[in-house]
């Protein structure tokens, strides 16, 4: 794609509509300096963007936070969101939700709940969210929604202090009722970027847990779909990140910055609009920061001559800022990049023999 170039609609949205959360998870993908209630959109202004999401070619809402069972309006929000026609998926931790709550949601026409997961077992489970007693919320939270029969997905982020344990966690998700699970290895951006020394899993758990994958894949084929996003630094690839930067999606966050990706504001040289000051639209097919990194003409050697300039579309520009300190790097992933010995470096002291240090909680 060239700058000149009409992009195709994005297919999902990600909302997040407030960074307010019960839990501290140290592997959040907010950032660090989070948003403020009183900074937050308004009712009518999500559902003016809704309405814009909808006419711009969004099928897929995602709501998200912090913890979106915080707001007070979640309810009207979902229901604003199905009359604009979007398919509506709630991403929450459980804490907030209450069987009057599910019962207005599935009213206003809750289409799908995914849920997060920490551990399967109370101690790790709250010591990771760092909060005493979710566990045994999210669990009661869990079984309400399999049992109203809505399509339910457990997201299980998977870590150096809790990937041993991957065979339980996709069984403990069957046991729900689950549909799906996605076993999301975590991405280091934003808290987790801060605690990687915490979180960070050896090659031998990296090894062992795709070999678990693989056996559960045929364990579980036709009962649960597992989705698997494996650990970035140990590839020689790099991910398609968001299928290519502005290509498939875009996030706003609760102030109503929209983002490519929820990272994105980690670049310090882009300046993202804000959804009271334009229209979602214009923003798509104009900002030059959702341009700026769209199709080849960005690319650096070797990425613009790479056979993989289509597959993986240069990686990941937020792991390029990350690692690198310049987001139009090749991402350090990629064993052909500039780079790629920082990741290495950084995998040469990952010891998996020693206790690991305490988190920094998001709060």
């Known amino acids: 794609m ?26 959040c993908s907010n950032p660090l300096e989070l948003i403020a ?23 897929q809402l995602h709501l998200s936070g912090g913890e979106p069972a915080a707001r007070r309006d979640l309810e009207e929000l979902v229901a604003a969101a199905r009359h604009a026609g979007l398919y509506v998926n709630l991403i929450t931790s459980g804490i907030g939700l209450t069987e009057a709550r599910l019962d207005a949601l599935e009213a206003a026409g809750l289409d799908h709940v995914q849920l997060s997961l920490q551990g399967v077992r109370a101690g790790i489970a709250d010591r990771i969210g760092g909060y005493r007693g979710g566990f045994d919320r999210k669990l009661a939270i869990a079984q309400s929604i399999t049992a109203r029969g809505l399509p339910l997905t457990v ?36 808290w987790a970027l801060k605690n ?3 979180l960070i899993p050896s090659r031998r758990q990296v090894e062992d847990a795709k070999r678990t994958v693989a056996r559960a894949l045929n364990e579980y084929r036709g009962r649960m779909a597992i989705d698997f996003v494996p650990p970035d630094y140990y590839a020689d690839y790099p991910k398609a990140c968001m299928g290519g930067w502005g290509s498939t999606g875009l996030n706003i966050t609760p102030d109503g910055t929209v983002l490519p990706c929820h990272a994105a504001a980690t670049i310090p040289e882009l300046r993202f609009q804000r959804v009271t000051d334009t229209t979602l639209d214009r923003i798509w097919t104009e900002d030059p920061a959702f341009q700026v990194f769209r199709g080849h003409d960005w690319m650096p050697e070797p990425c ?59 709060r």
């Open 37 to 59: 209630r009183d900074a937050e959109l308004e009712t009518e202004t999500w559902t003016r963007v809704f309405d814009e999401a909808a006419e711009l070619g969004v099928l």
């Open 155 to 190: 997201n299980a982020v998977m870590h150096r202090q809790n990937i041993d344990e991957l065979a339980e966690t996709i069984a403990f998700a069957a046991d729900l009722g689950a549909r799906r699970i996605e076993v999301a290895c975590v991405q280091f951006y934003g």
């Open 304 to 362: 613009r001559s790479c056979s993989r300039r289509d597959v993986d579309h240069g990686g990941c520009r937020c792991q390029a800022m990350a690692i690198a300190g310049d987001a139009r790097q090749t991402d350090p992933v990629c064993r052909h990049s500039p780079a790629r010995r920082l990741v290495d470096a950084i995998l040469a002291d990952v010891d998996d023999t020693t206790a690991p240090p305490g988190f920094a909680y998001r």
């Open 196 to 198: 990687r020394s915490a």
């Open 2 to 27: 060239t700058m000149a170039e009409t992009p195709a609609p994005p297919i999902a949205l990600l909302a997040e509509l407030t960074h307010r959360c019960p839990l501290g998870c140290p592997y």
